[in-house]
Structures are given as C-alpha cells and as structure tokens.
C-alpha cells in the first residue's frame, strides 16, 4: 500500500474526497451494507463465501417494490487500498464465473456491484455485458463518485457509518454552525474517529438516544464510551441539525438549555472522571427538572460513566425527576464484545497507527489470538499501534499479551521512564484537574515545573511533544485546552504520584483548591478511584489550601473523603459549617448536610441540641411527606436512637399508612405534566412498602400495598389525560447483520 493508505486521513482537511481506500477491505463491506440497506433500499440477508482471501465479498438479500429487479439478488464488493485505480473487467474474472453459478440458481437476477474504485463509462460498459452474458439478468456497477454522492446527500448513511466522518471535508456536509461544532467534537478525540467500529453498543445508543431523547452510555475504563459519544454528537449534528455542545458541568448544561431549542448535550464522565465526585450529584438534582423540559421540546443528552461511578451515583441522584435517566442506559461490556469487533478494533489501531511495517508483519500472525483475548481493550489496541507506547516493546508473544494483560502497569512505567520535562507536563494537567488552558501562562506551570526541577519554557514544549500520545490538544466554544488523551493516563499518573509521599506535598502545594477537593481523601479513607492519600502530618497543608473554598464544598469532603482529626481541625478553623445543618431538604437521605451531619456524628463531633433538631426534621418528612429517609442505614438512621426509630416508626402507622388517600393526593399536588405519572409515584411506592416492612407485624404488608396501588393507579389514569409522552424521533436503525470473517483474512494486509 502506498503512503496515501497508510497515513491518517484528516478529517477537516479542505479535500472533498473521501479516502475510502482507507478503510480497510471489511470496514469496507460494512460500509457497502449500509449503503445497500439505505440508497438501494436492500437489507442483507446472508452472505456467500468467497475464495479471495477475504479481500471482496458478497452477500444476497430479497426486496420487494416495483422495482423490476424486485427478489433475489446477490451484491458484490470490490475494494481497493490503492487510490484512483480504474476498475476494469480484468479483475472481475474470477467473479464472472461465481456469477454463472448463482444465476443458475436464481439469485443473479439482480447483479450489484458496489466499488471503491473509480468506473469510466467504457469499462462499465464492458463489465455489464460480460456479467449479463453469463445469465446475470440485470448488472448495475456503483463506484467510487456515486458512492461519495451518497454519503454527502444521506446523513442517515453518516450516521449508520460515523467513521464517514472522519474520512471527508464536513464543511460539504454540515452548514457553518454545525460544522463548528463538529471540529470542537473531533479536537478531543484527535483522529480516533477514523478508526471507530460501529459495535452493537453503538447501534443500541444510536436507538436509545432516538427513543428517549437520552442515553447513559456505561462501561470499564478504555472501552470505548467517548468514541461512541463523538460520533452520535456528530450525527446528531448532522441528522437533526441539533446544536451540539459539549458540557462539562451541570452548570454548563443550565447555561446553555434553552426552551424549544434542538440541542445535543454530551457529557462525559457526569459524575467523576476517575472516582465518584458526591458533590456532582446534588448539583445534577438541581438542573434533572430543567432536562426534563428540554426532553420534552426535543432536546437531546448523552451521558457517559465508568461502571462503578454510576453505581454510586444512582443512590444519590433523584431519578425520579428524570426517569428515562434510570431507564435509557447502554452499558459497554468490553467483555461482551464480538471477536469480530474486537478484530476489527484492533486491526484500524494497527492499520492507521504510526509503528513500522516490520512491527506489523512481526506480530501479524498474532493479531488473530489478540482478538480472542477476555482481557482485550479498545485502548490498549490504540497504543499497540503507537510508537511512542510499544515502539521498544519486544514482539514475542509473552510481551504482546502481557501488553494487554497487565495495561495499568505497562502504562505506569511509560510514564516513569519518561523525562523530568514529560512528566512536569503532565504534572501541569493532573495538578489542574485534567483541563489547561492553551497558551498555557507562566504562573500556572511554574508549580509543575518546580516540581520536577525543570523550567517553564521545557515543560510548555513537551506538551507539543505528547500532543496525539499521552495529552491531547483541544477546543471548546472558548479555545484551545490540554488534557488527557485517555482518562487511564490520569489514572496512572495519579498512582504514579502516590507512590512518592513528596509528590504527595507538592501537588497539596500546587494544585487549584477545586481539584484537591475532588482529588484526596484522608488517611484511613477508601475511596475507589482517588488518587492522593494525604498523610495526618501534612493536614494543615490541606486545611491552608481548603480555607477559599464554599461552604458547600468543605461540606462534600467532610462527609466521605476526611477522617475525624482532619474534620476537627476544619470544624475549629470553620465552625461556620455547623449552621448548614439547621434545615434539610425532602428526601432528607438525599442531603448533602444529612450525610455531613451523619459523618460528625460518627467522628463525635455533633453536639446534641444540633443532633435533637435534625431528629425532629427526621420525624416531620415521615409523618408529612412520608420520607423514609428514618430507615436509610447508610446515613440518617445512624445519629437516631432505636426509640427515636421506633417513635417516628408509631406516628407512620397512624399518620401515613392510616391516611394513605391524604397522601397520594399529597403526591399528586406535586406533578408536573413534563412527567410520567407512574414515575412521579414511585418514590411514595416505594416508601410505603419500606415502611410495611419495618413495621413487620403490626400491619398486613399485601393488604397495605394493595390498598396504596389502587389509590395511586386511581390518580395516574386522571393524570394521563393531562400527560403526553415524549415521542420518539427518526433515526437509522439497520436491519442487516454484519458480515463474518476469518481473523486471518482480516489481517492479511496489516503490513502492506
């Protein structure tokens, strides 16, 4: 293959091109399915084999319409790596006699042959009739022009196919304003969208996200989440003319949510990058109303979460003020990937990488028992095919496949062994939460430089240096930012730093207040996921760098990330925290004051009249709001006494289960028609039946429950007359299956 196909093609070069010899021979055929399916109205239906080594491919499918050529028909591919080669009928010989073969089966009434190469007039011609000869009843030839006039007229196509995206000038497809946008999504994903592999989790997003509006995209580290997201923004951009915005906040979100306005949100990493950030979650309560409305005008939201954060999450987060978010979620089992996917993940790594043909040919025949790995990551294929993380690695089968046994490892002592000047750089990052602005200004990295004893000027150019491998240089509606690559470069960095109790210091020193807070637990603290440990002897280092911090924010990190002599020592300095804990809002288990009082009071620093105070807040959301916070063991029940539980558990009985029609029309009387009706009674649901089962025998839990969903289905059917649910939106969703192929066809030209 010449250098056109094996370099990355830009994908906002001016060029109205589209290189689709880069594509590889199968993410080719995939295309070509895609294409029969949405221009030429013909879902797939089977496949034949072929003798070609893979390189080709053909597949049958049945239609109906008035089209003449309506039944049976066989669609051939031919694909090519070399740009601007004419297809002639010398390289169809071969197909022309498997031609004969199928016609006299019946399945050659129809004969398509769809093509990257380009087709002059003279040689369709001369194929049409060679194929027609043999007994093909009609021969039709779509080359490399028609193909390329497809995908600029089908955003449907685009979006069945996003790595069309990456292969093209957007500006041919997108008007000036979503072309805009377009360039802010690829500026964070570099060029990885060309090497996207449309996987059964992208399909079931792109069908989440068009019947709810929403979709929850979760997963592992490195399995792919933000890619899927980037190329559904793109697509969202493209197909429903949205206006994307990339947000980073709940803040960002209320920012930009205008009323009947078609916008895309795509927020990664909602509730933490590498751990669960407690204090998102309340702030995400706040705006969950506001997304509910702008869902309903047909507005659009992609969330993304590692598996164990959103596990944390949902216990905080008050779903039933954005229902669909519990219900639209996609989660990405690396596990649960096909080989075949995997195969093709691992081959567009390799292809479109930067490492030499002899690494290629070396582990060429050990690609196949890659792709069959339990432990294989998207991620870790990317930087098989990166120089600067695998260009020393030895090619003997051991190390390729500790390359993806042991990633965190590998990754840990790339960065270790880079230079004092790397390593300040991604210092720089690390230390302001994982985002710097660019240009990057002196007071901001001198902290990083000193660090590592190296000088501003060093550190700056080394950013430029890691820009593609470990950083990333991207863009947002307000410029140019450095950040990870990878979240998982984060994740090693931060154990690289806790192995050094020095490090540990100078980041404390360095670092924004707004990052340590969200970053360090104190000692004796598990959190999965943080990074720094901060030892007792540098706890007023913590406290100095903490003091600018809201009220709100200090709160947060008492309550699950300080230990009792870390939280004295900021109840002295600011004992103004102890007034957040007068008034608690309903569900009290929900607060964020509730669990900072909960923790006091496992520290034995909760002074009684304030603990008094909180259980007659307690008492008042059971018996008026039927609250069952009483009952949450994680938080509130811990400060109440067992005869404070069981009084409260006494006025229950009588004043909420003995008054359950109070209560549903209670309920009711809080409903917005934005949502569902049944939605809206699932806490109450929920909270009587935890009640019953505390109460145990004293009252008949079937009859209780029987009695409380009568009522409640009562208020639903009159609320459904005044409740319209959201109606889903137009989107492709393909009918075909992709095709299979032997994993040493598919990585037979890896080194050409």
Same mark, same amino acid.
């Not at 720089?428 to 002196?442: D, E, K």
């Given at each position: ?17 589209? $290189?689709?010899?880069?594509? +590889?021979?199968?993410?080719?055929? =995939? &295309?070509?399915? %895609?294409? /029969?399916? #949405? ?121 069945? $196919?996003?790595?069309?995206? +990456?292969?093209?000038?957007?500006? =041919? &497809?997108?008007? %000036?304003? /979503?072309? #805009? ?572």
């Amino acid at each position: 293959m010449n250098d056109t196909a094996k370099s990355p093609v830009s994908s906002l070069a001016g060029s109205t091109d589209y $290189a689709l010899h880069a594509l +590889g021979w199968k993410s080719f055929q =995939d &295309l070509a399915i %895609s294409v /029969a399916e #949405e221009c030429l109205r013909r879902p797939v239906q089977s496949f034949l084999p072929t003798a070609d080594a893979g390189r080709d491919g053909a597949f049958v499918g049945k239609w109906e319409g008035d089209d003449p050529a309506a039944g049976e028909s066989t669609i051939q591919c031919k694909f090519t790596c070399q740009p601007y080669r004419n297809l002639t009928l010398s390289q169809l010989t071969d197909e022309i006699e498997k031609a004969r073969v199928l016609a006299t089966r019946g399945l050659a009434v129809d004969y398509i042959i769809l093509t990257n190469h380009p087709v002059t007039g003279a040689s369709e011609l001369d194929i049409k009739a060679a194929f027609e000869k043999v007994g093909v009843g009609k021969c039709r030839i779509f080359g490399y022009d028609w193909i390329v006039r497809q995908i600029k007229k089908s955003p449907r196509l685009r979006m069945m $196919a996003p790595r069309l995206y +990456g292969l093209g000038d957007l500006s =041919d &497809l997108l008007d %000036s304003r /979503a072309y #805009e946008q377009a360039q802010l999504i690829l500026s964070a994903l570099g060029n990885d969208l060309q090497r996207l592999v449309v996987t059964d989790a992208h399909r079931k997003s792109v069908r989440a996200i068009s019947e709810h509006n929403l979709v929850l995209l979760l997963g592992a580290p490195a399995a792919g989440k933000s890619t899927i997201g980037a190329g559904i923004a793109i697509g969202a951009a493209d197909i429903w003319q949205s206006s994307t915005i990339r947000a980073t906040s709940p803040a960002d979100v209320k920012k930009h949510l205008k009323a009947g306005g078609k916008q895309f949100f795509w927020v990664d990493d909602a509730w933490g990058t590498t751990q669960y950030l407690r204090g998102l979650a309340e702030e995400w309560n706040q705006i969950f109303p506001l997304m509910q409305g702008g869902i309903k005008d047909g507005s659009r939201f992609l969330f993304t979460s590692r598996d164990y954060i959103w596990k944390s999450a949902k216990q905080d987060l008050k779903l039933n003020a954005i229902p669909v978010l519990g219900k639209s979620q996609v989660v990405i089992n690396v596990q649960e990937l096909s080989v075949q996917e995997k195969a093709q993940i691992l081959y567009n790594h390799m292809k479109l990488g930067d490492q030499p043909t002899s690494f290629r040919t070396a582990i060429k025949d050990q690609l196949p028992e890659i792709a069959v790995r339990q432990d294989f990551l998207p991620e870790v294929a990317r930087r098989l095919g990166s120089t600067f993380f695998a260009g020393k690695l030895p090619t003997t089968p051991g190390t390729i496949g500790a390359f993806f046994e042991k990633p965190k490892e590998f990754l840990l002592e790339t960065i270790t062994n880079l230079s004092p000047e790397c390593r300040s750089a991604l210092a720089l990052i690390f230390m302001n939460g994982g985002t710097v602005r660019s240009p990057v200004h002196q007071g901001v990295a001198e902290a990083a430089a000193n660090a590592f004893g190296v000088h501003v000027a060093s550190l700056k150019a080394e950013l430029e240096n890691l820009n593609g491998s470990l950083l990333l240089l991207a863009r947002d509606e307000f410029g140019q930012y450095w950040t990870y690559k990878h979240p998982t470069v984060g994740d090693a960095f931060a154990a690289y730093v806790a192995r050094s109790p020095e490090l540990v210091q100078v980041y404390l020193r360095g670092a924004r207040p707004q990052s340590i807070v969200r970053e360090v637990v104190c000692a004796g603290i598990e959190i999965f996921g943080a990074p720094v440990i901060v030892p007792h002897d540098l706890h007023g280092l913590l406290a100095e760098r903490m003091k600018h911090l809201e009220s709100y924010e200090l709160a947060s990190f008492l309550s699950y990330r300080a230990n009792a002599t870390f939280a004295r020592l900021m109840l002295d300095q600011h004992p103004n925290l102890l007034e957040r804990l007068e008034s608690f809002s309903v569900p009290i288990k929900e607060d964020l004051d509730a669990q900072l009082l909960a923790a006091l009071h496992d520290f034995g620093l909760l002074p009684e009249e304030i603990r008094s105070s909180f259980v007659r807040s307690v008492r008042r959301a059971a018996v008026e709001h039927a609250d069952d916070s009483v009952l949450d063991v994680d938080t509130i029940a811990r400060v109440l006494t067992e005869d404070e539980r069981a009084s409260i558990l006494d006025e229950v009985e009588v004043d909420v289960l003995g008054k359950l029609e109070d209560h549903v029309d209670r309920v009711r009387g809080d409903w917005s028609s934005n949502y569902s009706p049944t939605s809206h009674f699932e806490n109450f649901v929920t909270a009587i039946e935890a009640f019953a089962d505390a109460l145990g025998n004293r009252v008949n839990k079937a009859t209780l429950l029987q009695q409380a969903q009568s009522k409640v289905d009562r208020a639903i059917e009159s609320m459904n007359e005044e409740y319209e649910p959201d109606s889903p939106t137009a989107a492709p969703i393909s009918a075909s299956t992709p095709q299979s192929a032997t994993l040493i066809n598919l990585f037979r030209d890896i080194d050409e």
